[in-house]
């Protein structure tokens, strides 16, 4: 079975920078959109990015201009470049993969157990 895992997260000041990374293992045959999600507490889980497979991405508006997300697909690896980080930004951030594991078969969207975050005052 395909399992995520999210690697990057941590302790930063405001203002400071990390670099989330995401990998599967597992039978993968192809990978559509990649994308980072994240959850603070009390809060909804909300879209961060998105990249589809063509490359083309798409942001949440408070993190335009301030994150990156890029993809590797020759190691099916999705990264999330983040910038300027604000407190505002703290919050479990979780990796999703649109994957086709078999030719012609059903794709599905796993989940990474997600990497912490938390951006300091």
């Known amino acids: 079975q395909v399992q995520l895992v999210e690697s990057g997260g941590g302790l930063v000041q405001a203002r400071g920078s990390l670099r989330l990374s995401c990998a599967p293992s597992?039978?993968?045959?192809?990978?559509?959109?990649m994308a980072w999600y994240r959850r603070a507490p009390g809060k909804q889980r909300e879209l961060v990015a998105v990249?589809?497979?063509?490359?083309?991405?798409r942001y949440l508006d408070s993190v335009k201009g301030r994150f990156t997300i890029s993809r590797d697909n020759t190691k099916n690896t999705v990264y999330l470049q983040m910038n300027s980080l604000k407190p505002e930004d703290t919050a479990l951030y979780s990796c999703?993969?649109?994957?086709?594991?078999?030719?012609?078969?059903?794709?599905?969207?796993?989940w990474g157990p997600g990497t912490q975050v938390t951006v300091s005052s």
């Open positions: 999703n993969m649109d994957i086709q594991e078999v030719p012609s078969g059903w794709s599905w969207k796993y």
């Open positions: 597992g039978t993968i045959f192809s990978i559509n959109d």
């Open positions: 990249i589809a497979s063509d490359g083309s991405t």
